[in-house]
């Protein structure tokens, strides 16, 4: 089946008319979150990897993660564009592809070993990412009933959760499990020999990876997502003319809420396996920690489907506090405790974090009408704020890898106060009909 022509391809800002199904959509689109899901969570994996491969400080691991989420900054508009000039499935279908050659550069990069091309491919894999975060994540919002928003966003995102849940595993077994510094003791020197035959682990895992990509590519290529007509956006254009975005507070305050989150998740994640493996926290091995990883990436997943159903009842403003709340306490018990009191902290964090981007991302966008759009685009290049991860990598290198939780802790609070006041909307303006 053809792709549709870019005039009739739908556009954010827009909802489907009663009766429209965007329930075939929503499912294939699930699938995108899966994958892009389960592709960050293995850098999660691969960091350990390659601080030991090359010899890392917690700073130049750290940095591989900052040029992860450099692409979203760098990517955010020309995928805007270009999704303007081509329509959103042709721009899936070439984020999908673009990803896949990222992937397909980590084998040369392993082959080396060279630590500059593996940033280079990690970051052409997180510019296709970069692209179909545009695409989707207003498409979802916008597709069905607004009230429902960040319910059905939520319910997508427990798909990139189980892609995190999974990648984990995946990559433990495929990277960690057959490596030399993945199933040593922490603290273990690699000689050079060894730390060679470790950067191989990673060419098998990443070649299975961008098969599946040009796979699910052709899928969406040959898949008929819903569409609006020309006319639709013509009057969308028009009626932007004279509004701002910065009279939203939602939108306002949202940016720096997704900005911060990130921080605070990556953060996280990142260091999760360092941070458990050592000594006088769980005192295990890389790949079992990768495995404790699992459950965190499970727990998000468990609270996205949660909260899909729960925001159906309760305001979503008012989960997110509590979620906040929630989530503060953990990371000062992660801080503060040691053993498995604190691991199993940073484990629950897991929980509380899961709800916090769908739904900051839906109160966002929630009344700006026709500027849904540029407004989903703001907050889409806020996802760079997984670059100042480094900040982090710094502080644990500065005061000490468990005292530099305390900054997710204080990410959450302002998380916290982005739910009780700053997500409230202002100037809402009505959102246009599609048509077709």
């Not at 089946?1 to 294939?28: D, F, I």
């Not at 999974?166 to 730390?195: M, N, Q, W």
């Not at 604190?342 to 899961?354: P, Q, T, Y």
Request: hydrophobic share 55%; charged share 10%.
């Amino acid at each position: 089946m053809a792709l549709p022509p870019t005039s009739s391809v739908a556009s954010p800002g827009a909802h489907h008319a009663p009766g429209a199904s965007y329930k075939p959509a929503l499912t294939l689109l699930a699938s995108l979150f899966f994958m892009w899901g389960f592709i960050t969570v293995i850098n999660n994996t691969l960091l350990p990897h390659l601080r030991s491969v090359f010899e890392l400080d917690y700073t130049q691991t750290t940095l591989i993660e900052s040029v992860w989420f450099i692409a979203y900054f760098v990517a955010s508009i020309p995928s805007a564009k270009l999704i303007e000039r081509i329509g959103y499935q042709k721009s899936i279908v070439t984020g999908l592809l673009i990803m896949a050659a990222g992937a397909l550069l980590i084998v040369p990069a392993a082959k080396l070993p060279s630590y500059g091309m593996v940033l280079a491919a990690l970051f052409i894999i997180a510019s296709g990412i970069t692209l179909l975060q545009v695409a989707a994540n207003p498409y979802v919002a916008v597709i069905g009933p607004p009230e429902t928003g960040s319910s059905r966003l939520n319910l997508v995102q427990a798909f990139n959760s189980l892609g995190t849940t999974l990648a984990p595993l995946f990559a433990g077994y495929l990277i960690l499990g057959r490596s030399k510094g993945g199933t040593a003791g922490a603290g273990v020197t690699l000689t050079a020999a060894e730390r060679y035959a470790d950067a191989q682990s990673v060419i098998l895992p990443y070649l299975i990876v961008a098969a599946v990509l040009v796979v699910l590519a052709f899928v969406i290529a040959r898949f008929p997502l819903p569409a609006i007509g020309q006319s639709t956006q013509r009057v969308s254009r028009e009626e932007r003319r004279g509004m701002s975005l910065w009279k939203h507070r939602n939108l306002v305050w949202g940016v720096p809420a997704i900005f911060i989150y990130l921080i605070a998740e990556i953060g996280v994640a990142n260091l999760f396996i360092n941070f458990v493996s050592q000594p006088e926290i769980a005192a295990i091995t890389h790949e079992e920690a990768s495995r404790y990883l699992a459950i965190l990436w499970g727990g998000m997943m468990v609270g996205r489907f949660a909260g899909s159903f729960i925001m159906q009842k309760v305001p979503a403003d008012k989960v997110l506090a509590a979620f906040a709340v929630g989530a503060f306490i953990v990371m000062l018990l992660a801080t503060f405790t040691t053993g498995h009191a604190a691991m199993w902290s940073l484990i629950a964090v897991g929980l509380f974090h899961s709800i916090m981007f769908p739904t900051i991302f839906t109160l966002g966008i929630k009344g700006l009408g026709p500027l849904t759009e540029e407004g989903s685009g703001l907050l889409i290049m806020a996802i760079a704020g997984g670059a100042l991860v480094v900040v982090q990598g710094w502080l644990a290198d500065t005061v000490g890898l468990q005292t530099s939780f305390l900054l997710t802790a204080a990410c959450e609070l302002y998380i916290l106060f982005y739910a009780l006041w700053g997500s409230k909307p202002t100037h809402a303006l009505p959102e246009p009909e599609v048509v077709g």
